[in-house]
């Protein structure tokens, strides 16, 4: 999330698996070094050294100096301003935030066919 792509992608399936388990990861110039230590210290293939991994666990990813600003009580109470609040447009359900496809009426090569149970379900 932090550079917008997966450092292992490939068009084909099978060969980002293989990226994942083999490839070597360049960082983006823009990333700091505290970025770099945290996602090596996630991404390592040996697990026995693997952050969250260790002795202490969780701990030592929430202690990361990328973390530092991180008040740790009051995210997990939810008392923390969001950097972002979308403008919601008509209440619960809005999906005004999301991009628009146009609706295709799929034929699933079941006309025809009589629901016996139906009118159990009107508006389903």
């Given at each position: 999330?932090?550079?917008?792509?997966?450092?292992?992608?490939?068009?084909?399936?099978?060969?980002t698996?293989e990226?994942?388990?083999?490839c070597?990861?360049?960082?983006?110039?823009h990333?700091?070094?505290?970025?770099?230590?945290?996602?090596?210290g996630?991404?390592?293939?040996?697990v026995?050294?693997?952050?969250?991994n260790?002795?202490?666990g969780?701990?030592d990813i929430?202690?990361?100096?990328?973390?530092n600003?991180?008040?740790?009580?009051?995210?997990?109470?939810g008392?923390?301003?969001t950097?972002?609040?979308?403008?919601?447009?008509?209440g619960?359900?809005?999906?005004?935030?999301?991009e628009?496809?146009?609706?295709v009426?799929?034929?699933?090569?079941i006309s025809?066919?009589?629901d016996e149970?139906?009118?159990?379900?009107?508006?389903?």
């Amino acid at each position: 999330m932090i550079a917008g792509t997966t450092p292992f992608y490939d068009p084909s399936p099978m060969k980002t698996y293989e990226n994942i388990t083999k490839c070597e990861i360049s960082y983006p110039n823009h990333f700091q070094l505290d970025v770099i230590n945290l996602l090596q210290g996630l991404i390592t293939k040996d697990v026995t050294y693997r952050l969250g991994n260790l002795k202490n666990g969780i701990l030592d990813i929430k202690n990361h100096r990328w973390f530092n600003e991180v008040i740790w009580d009051n995210l997990l109470k939810g008392n923390i301003e969001t950097p972002y609040e979308p403008n919601i447009a008509s209440g619960t359900g809005d999906a005004s935030q999301f991009e628009r496809y146009p609706e295709v009426a799929y034929d699933y090569g079941i006309s025809g066919i009589k629901d016996e149970y139906g009118y159990l379900f009107p508006d389903f």
